[in-house]
């Protein structure tokens, strides 16, 4: 039932000789399907469409767009089962994470629609006009925010639904009234065949324009270089890599006559503090909770606990002790593809080889069939503050324990650390008071802080920052997770003296859609009863 | 009275053999102060010092923060007439200008101290914990804006005052919790000093710490550079020339280790639409009030209407003859510096000989007496499409008619041009119903859209959006004035099941602020009552 070729709008590309075959880990074999990469034409055939979509999908109403997303989720759990073992076979992850993950995909595009439907997204800002100040009168001015154009959204491989076709930048771009051109993963080239044949059903039954959606094939050195420096592409979303995302930032902003943005979420190791008030509490029980973390999805997480600080006291070595155990007792995964694996093996022999690194335990090597084995390394904290690339993060169910002599090598330390996404602290009351700075200093350096838990795991909610300064993203003004990425890609404009009948609803006086709104400083849903009236 | 050093947190700078001295166009003579150029130890230690102050500082209530803008308000004011005086000499602005921008300077400062004091400018989003959720419970996520760090703000020639030392830049970040360091416009650097000697008397008077702001003395090539390249900077302000900001955006996106955000306002030609049904009406006024936007400030504005689309029909050439009449009536006034007038002169006579235009008034080259007189050249719609270069700017009196033959022409036009600040149209009600492409066209291309009004003449409030797409600014996602402007240096956290005594006040239960959140996707100021109590 595959085709095997890419999603150009509402048609399909044509059949070319050059095709991508995915590998399954799984199976140990390629798969049979050829998947046709797109021409040079028909990547333009897709920009052209969705710069012809844009305007039109632009002014479709929020509704209109929010039942898009609607049925792009009813599309999605029609596909069925045939769509998670398409996704398993592509990508070796096991069928409960593979349920779990399409509905977090469709909740994520639900929670959208919900957005857009309550409507105060659009962050109206209203200034009334002052005909009679002096010395000279005030405009009347209305603020809104508007979509930019089509976005290219680059698949990642860890998450073949939820950061990837249908996921979350496209989710958000979509919402926010901008056509998407996603460049499918090559590693899962039939997960992405379903999900964009999914959405392009749904443009259809909605009405949507065509261009509002395509999904091309081809590698990420020519398809995704072509995008990046296409003057028709205004914004690009990216999950992957450090050297592809900056890559592609590179390209978005300087190859190219107009510089865009780049929302790239490359590289983090999600730094852990144990505390060693809580440490003495419960090492056990941590100690269990950060294995699992570690080995989640075969550490296949951008949100992965790469790197944890411990101080010297009575229970560290009690604490690492039973993280070492298990670790040992957690059974090697198949991982999501070749290269992914290999690199994992790769990057634990290179950092257990750094001076003064030591390895507590390294998991046999099952390469051969394409399994990653836990393993888990100890630094002090002095060679680890010496050396950055201690810092480079180890894909797969790996971390690093920070011996810190005293607490002012564990705040050293945490000062010294790259921007990360996530920062976790194991603490009781009185450590959060205690190490007051380490807080401090570790709220500096990531998006988002987390108390007594593991990383891994972001919620799809109103409140949620999966973002963080360089280089976990090359954007720490955003996050690609949760309500808050629908601002991604939109961008302010200001109405003076527009006329009534020519202002968007979300600006109009009587607010007819009845949302939150800033007018003269005041946040309020109460419509403006002109002076004159 | 004047020290000639730079300011360096609550010190000031030594003296350097290398001195740079203000020009004045207005006396025709170099000023007789020296002012030494920031050593490399000294720009080293006003990085430090705000590196060390940013903790301090970001800490420091929104209440606290919006006492120091309103005392650097006040000592603004409290400089009296000697302040407007040495920015006549050094920029060759009138003082009833001055005044004026004197004026709107320090209102600035007291709007940030404003939305300070409201609060709700941190975005607060809280998802509250469902501990009972299946499958898996939901932690309590609660997030929020907070600062990014030392922000180098670099001074326009243009705004003396409102785009310099204590302007939009310099209010904007310190209001977020940003320290600010400056580099002074070597064409008012007596003016640069008594701004920062204002704000650190007002730093220190308000108790804030050693760092939180610097000034410094240099050329752009060099000392711009160099706070462009340094790790301590993380983000950039500037209002300048096109050359010259996109220099600092390859720097500060490319050559340094982490990749900071650049909002460089650079280049804008502001086109004006003048649709038949309101020149028929009003042709005369709307001509006279055209060519005092033109020439207002000598040109020498971001927003200076330099463009004028025409279609032709009966009135357009009276139009043409009224505007003309009225250009010509005006004297040729001071420039702000000598590059700027040459520039000028260099620039109009660049554009009169492209192919096609035709100059309809050119005024005398006054370059001896550093004047700008006004010019008026006029070119086919036709011409103008086909040739890029008659987008470039023409800083200064001098604005080109663009005249369509039908209404596809005007159409092609505008979407042919680049990013802008600003779009005007003159329209009447039914002009723009039946030229609703054209307006929706020019939104795409702009960040502001006015009716029947000039373009000059920028609110400070909350709806103001100054910015716009590529090349008008480096980063259309937000604004240089207005209060929205806030948002420039903040990036989201979020934080995971904190403890209520370690958050902040924004994010408590009770609301202790009072400020507007969205708690579980709803807009409210009351408090969270936990499930528990």
């Not at 390629?30 to 028909?42: K, T």
């Not at 989720?73 to 073992?85: V, Y």
């Not at 469709?106 to 005909?131: C, H, K, M, Y």
């Not at 990642?156 to 979350?168: I, L, R």
């Amino acid at each position: 039932m595959l085709t095997g070729l890419s999603i150009i709008g509402h048609g399909i590309a044509a059949e070319q000789t050059e095709k991508l075959f995915s590998f399954s880990t799984l199976k140990g074999a390629q798969l049979p399907e050829g998947f046709s990469v797109a021409s040079a034409a028909e990547i333009q055939l897709a920009i052209d469409k969705a710069t012809k979509a844009f305007p039109v999908y632009s002014r479709i109403s929020a509704i209109g767009r929010a039942v898009f997303l609607e049925t792009i989720a009813q599309e999605i759990m029609a596909l069925g089962d045939q769509l998670l073992e398409r996704a398993n076979l592509e990508s070796g992850l096991p069928m409960g994470r593979l349920t779990g993950e399409r509905d977090r995909t469709v909740n994520q595009l639900r929670l959208f629609a919900a957005v857009l439907r309550e409507g105060s997204w659009v962050e109206a800002v209203i200034d009334t006009a002052q005909p009679d100040r002096k010395p000279l009168p005030r405009a009347d001015l209305r603020k809104i925010q508007v979509p930019i154009g089509p976005v290219a959204v680059f698949a990642a491989s860890n998450f073949p639904f939820a950061f990837s076709t249908a996921g979350g930048d496209t989710a958000s771009a979509l919402a926010g009234g901008n056509p998407v051109i996603v460049k499918a993963h090559s590693a899962h080239l039939g997960t992405n065949e379903m999900m964009a044949t999914a959405i392009q059903n749904a443009a259809k039954k909605s009405g949507m324009p065509d261009g509002v959606f395509s999904s091309l094939i081809g590698e990420g050195a020519t398809l995704g270089q072509v995008l990046a420096k296409h003057e028709g592409i205004k914004a690009i979303g990216f999950t992957g890599s450090f050297k592809a995302g900056m890559s592609l930032f590179r390209t978005a902003s300087h190859d190219r006559l107009t510089p865009i943005p780049v929302y790239a979420e490359m590289s983090s190791i999600n730094p852990v503090l144990l505390l060693p008030g809580k440490l003495s509490e419960d090492h056990a029980a941590i100690a269990q909770q950060l294995a699992g973390s570690i080995t989640l999805g075969v550490g296949q997480f951008c949100t992965n606990p790469g790197l944890l600080f411990v101080t010297r006291d009575g229970l560290t070595e009690d604490f690492i002790v039973a993280l070492q155990a298990a670790l040992a007792a957690v059974p090697a995964g198949v991982m999501l593809n070749k290269t992914i694996c290999s690199s994992y093996y790769r990057d634990r022999k290179k950092i257990s080889a750094v001076d003064g690194v030591t390895v507590l335990l390294e998991g046999a090597d099952e390469q051969g069939n394409y399994k990653g084995s836990p393993s888990l390394l100890q630094v002090s904290a002095k060679a680890f503050i010496q050396q950055q690339m201690l810092q480079d993060e180890i894909f797969g169910p790996a971390s690093l324990l920070v011996i810190c002599e005293n607490e002012s090598e564990m705040l050293e330390a945490i000062q010294g650390l790259h921007g990360q996404l996530t920062g976790s602290i194991y603490a009781t009351g009185e450590d959060v008071k205690k190490y007051s700075s380490f807080v401090e200093a570790l709220s500096g350096k990531v998006g988002r802080v987390i108390y007594n838990n593991v990383p891994t795991g972001v919620e799809v909610c109103h409140a949620m920052v999966h973002g963080g300064p360089f280089p976990a993203t090359t954007d720490a003004r955003s996050t690609s997770v949760g309500a808050e990425a629908i601002k991604r890609f939109l961008r302010p404009i200001c109405l003076q003296d527009c006329p009534e009948s020519s202002l968007p609803e979300a600006l109009q006086n009587s607010n007819p859609l009845g949302i939150m709104r800033k007018v003269n400083g005041e946040y309020t849903r109460e419509p403006i009863v002109p002076a004159n009236l």
